[in-house]
């Protein structure tokens, strides 16, 4: 693709608007000079982010003016995987889609059609509005091993998720697997809790690697990978044994707490150590430190969400910081009141799906609770392609998901994927992923749409400034293969008319919210005082009888890890890269120049045992596969544990993009899930390392 490819659509001048490089939401302000798009930056009057733009987002214009985008459908002309494809027009590469999406819901059923999507760039709504209204109840997403244990059990719990409120100066935040000030996930902005940290806030980290900001925090508990849930209870063990619970809440707003207390028992931090790697004393010093300070938040992240427990460690911590009282505190864990537009909760149109559809959800029989969430597990989704069990899945509808690296067990997903009999791709380039597909759907990038933000508290407006090719955007094509289905009436004719219909309950049009730009709703703490929990006790279940009913453990539990000793002496986990968002953005210069190649970290000692040197190109194996990534030797780590870069493929490669080479996922399975929402264990896997033979 060359730059006339690329036209602009707004006037010279610097323009507002929102980032979504990553799934972050900088407020952003974009140069436009000489009819061309200059400067990416910051922008200082956004309260998200007040100016701060990281590595990603100034990478933004790399992304697109980049030479490497796809700007026609492309129709497979040789066998699939073999990036063999020709241009087509939209007209021919929608009707091919939605024949073949007509097809297999005559032929097999709408249950066959398996919808995907990857990180959610503000059209995830849409793609469940889609797929409700043609019926198929399976939608496929990263949510098991991403943001979904939180929400779910925030919701199984009291009825609500939470967010930590910064701006309420908490006097600690527990950051629990979590990285903030590199991910900036879900529209909380790490520099969000650096600025708290400035103005006297403490930090808690557990973490298996002495980060940056374990490095800034008072204390630091280095958690065995995947030891998570018995810390958390172990921690929850400590306060109730010193009476440093918060009576009141309990009595007043709980359920179960007596039966807590004796649950905990078995989980005392002398107990623990073997599972969690902490030593005692550090235990009750953290947990005591976070139980008296007089508010303090939890920032929950993937750390402790790819693991078998990922669902108990999200409730563990939400009742500890509910018997501290930190729920809904000014300054802890505030239950959000989300903007009352056609939005996240309304815009999927649930009810259109038919009663009868939802039972045949993919994997409900095994994980209730991410099916009462709306998703498909993955593994169902491979068994259904390959085995035709329960049904077969025959198509795939793919939006914005590089499903052959980012999921567990890539060699079966590959599989999975070769197998099907039709599979449409839509993303910004020719990922391993759309490479395997029958047709792919070129689409715009951030900069290429109008769309409303939604964040916990506040709606957003992003501009569509330039045009890529002939590149359309989700929602476009979304509702261009709705009319072809019949489901037109369910859409929108036009992307303005659809902002306008979403924002009209709040009184606004696009157009206002743009001028607008941010619009918050006000935080306010302890509702449950006069409305209680949206629960259906009224109260906030420590017990979760619910859970019971559907056969799984009311109170939190601790489950080890299925070890395999036999692939190795070290417990493997990953992190995510400052410079990259998943598997994206290796084809993007500046960045790549960051972080050339894969790495994975051992310890020193490690290091010395295999004779591996520092930058050395090492083979990192497990499961009977083996990937090869570049050794960092680093003391930041305990000498049994490695870390290894996720979700690794080359876009220089052609093709196939080598996505065997040193894509971690290989290496990891998925028959270790947890019951509830069948998270994938990314933590804590036994591997080996040694140096490359001939390197
Ligand atoms: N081992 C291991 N595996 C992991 C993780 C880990 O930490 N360790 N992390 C997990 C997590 S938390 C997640 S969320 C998943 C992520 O897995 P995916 O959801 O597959 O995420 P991405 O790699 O971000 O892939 C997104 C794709 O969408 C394309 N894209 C970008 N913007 C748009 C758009 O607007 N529209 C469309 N149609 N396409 C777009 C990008 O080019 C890219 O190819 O991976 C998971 N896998
Ligand atoms: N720059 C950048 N930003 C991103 C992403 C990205 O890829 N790059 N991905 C986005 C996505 S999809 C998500 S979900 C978020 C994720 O953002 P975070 O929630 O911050 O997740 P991670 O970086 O995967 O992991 C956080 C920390 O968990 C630690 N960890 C590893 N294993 C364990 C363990 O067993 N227990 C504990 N307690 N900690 C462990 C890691 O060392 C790491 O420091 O970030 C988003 N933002
Ligand atoms: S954190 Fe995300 S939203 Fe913010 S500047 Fe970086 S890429 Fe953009
Ligand atoms: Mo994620």
Redesign the pocket.
């Known amino acids: 693709m060359t730059d006339p490819e690329v036209t602009t659509l707004v006037e010279d001048g610097v323009h507002r608007t929102v980032c979504r490089m990553?799934?972050?939401g900088c407020g952003a302000l974009v140069d436009v000079r000489g009819g061309r798009l200059t400067r990416v930056e910051g922008d200082p009057d956004n309260p998200n982010n007040r100016g701060f733009l990281?590595a990603?987002g100034r990478a933004s214009l790399d992304q697109l003016y980049g030479t490497d985008r796809l700007t026609r459908p492309l129709l497979r002309t040789g066998p699939r995987g073999s990036g063999s494809f020709r241009p087509i027009g939209w007209e021919e590469a929608l009707d091919r889609v939605a024949d073949a999406l007509d097809r297999t819901r005559t032929r097999h059923g709408p249950e066959s059609l398996v919808v995907a999507q990857g990180?959610d760039r503000n059209y995830q709504e849409w793609l469940f509005r889609f797929a409700n209204s043609y019926g198929t109840p399976n939608v496929l997403g990263?949510a098991h091993v991403?943001?979904y244990p939180r929400v779910m059990a925030g919701i199984l719990t009291m009825g609500a998720f939470t967010f930590c409120d910064y701006e309420g100066s908490p006097d600690v935040v527990l950051l629990?697997?979590?990285?903030?000030s590199?991910?900036?996930?879900d529209g909380v902005i790490g520099t969000r809790l650096l600025d708290a940290v400035r103005r006297g806030t403490r930090m808690i980290v557990?973490?298996?690697?002495r980060?940056a900001l374990a490095n800034r925090a008072q204390h630091h508990l280095p958690?065995r990978?995947?030891?998570?849930a018995a810390l958390a209870l172990a921690m929850i063990h400590t306060v109730i044994e010193a009476d440093a619970y918060d009576h009141d809440f309990v009595r007043d707003h709980t359920v179960g707490f007596e039966d807590l207390a004796d649950h905990v028992a078995a989980y005392a931090p002398e107990k623990t150590e073997h599972l969690t790697g902490v030593r005692a004393a550090d235990v009750r010093e953290a947990a005591l430190a976070y139980a008296s300070a007089p508010a303090a938040a939890i920032e929950l992240?993937?750390?402790?969400q790819q693991?078998r427990n990922s669902f108990h460690v999200s409730r563990a911590l939400a009742i500890l910081s509910a018997i501290c009282g930190n729920i809904d505190r000014r300054g802890g864990d505030v239950i959000f009141e989300p903007p009352g537009i056609i939005g996240r909760r309304t815009l999927p149109l649930t009810e259109a799906l038919p009663t009868e559809q939802h039972p045949k959800r993919l994997g409900a029989d095994r994980h209730r609770i991410l099916s009462m969430a709306g998703w498909a597990h993955p593994r169902a989704v491979w068994d259904a392609i390959l085995d035709h069990r329960p049904y077969p899945v025959t198509t795939m509808l793919v939006h914005g998901s590089n499903l052959l690296v980012n999921y567990a067990d890539s060699d079966r997903v590959h599989a999975a994927l070769d197998s099907l009999g039709f599979l449409a791709v839509a993303d910004l380039y020719l990922t391993p992923t759309a490479a395997m597909a029958d047709i792919v759907l070129p689409v715009g990038g951030w900069l290429e749409r109008d769309q409303i933000v939604e964040h916990a508290h506040y709606v957003a407006a992003r501009r569509r400034f330039a045009q890529v090719g002939e590149c359309r955007s989700d929602e476009e094509i979304l509702s261009g293969l709705a009319t072809r289905l019949g489901l037109g009436d369910t859409f929108w004719d036009t992307t303005a008319d659809s902002l306008d219909a979403r924002l009209a309950p709040i009184g606004m049009d696009f157009k206002a919210l743009t001028d607008q730009h941010y619009r918050a709703t006000p935080l306010t703490y302890e509702k449950y005082r006069t409305q209680g929990f949206a629960t259906r006790s009224g109260r906030f279940n420590i017990r979760c009888d619910a859970l019971r009913a559907f056969g799984y453990a009311p109170l939190p539990v601790h489950r080890p890890v299925a070890e395999r000793p036999e692939d190795g002496p070290y417990l493997l986990?990953?992190?995510?890269?400052?410079?990259?968002?998943?598997s994206e953005f290796r084809n993007l210069g500046p960045l790549r120049a960051k972080e050339p190649d894969p790495v994975v970290e051992l310890h020193p000692e490690a290091a010395a045992r295999e004779g591996v040197q520092d930058g050395a190109w090492v083979l990192v194996s497990a499961r009977g596969r083996t990937v090869r990534m570049r050794a960092r030797v680093t003391d930041t780590i305990a000498p049994d544990v490695v870390?290894a870069a996720a979700t690794w493929w080359y876009p220089e490669r052609g093709a196939d993009g080598g996505w065997r080479e040193s894509n971690l996922n290989r290496l990891t399975g998925d028959d270790d899930e947890n019951e509830e929402m069948g998270s994938s264990n990314f933590?804590?896997i036994r591997c080996a390392v040694r140096p490359e033979p001939d390197a």
Request: net charge positive; charged share 15%; hydrophobic share 25%.
């Open positions: 990553c799934h972050g990281c990603k990180t990263p991403c943001f629990w697997g979590c990285n903030k590199m991910t900036h996930g557990v973490d298996p690697r980060t958690v990978p995947g030891g998570d992240g993937t750390g402790a693991n986990t990953s992190a995510h890269s400052p410079f990259f968002f998943n870390v933590r804590g």
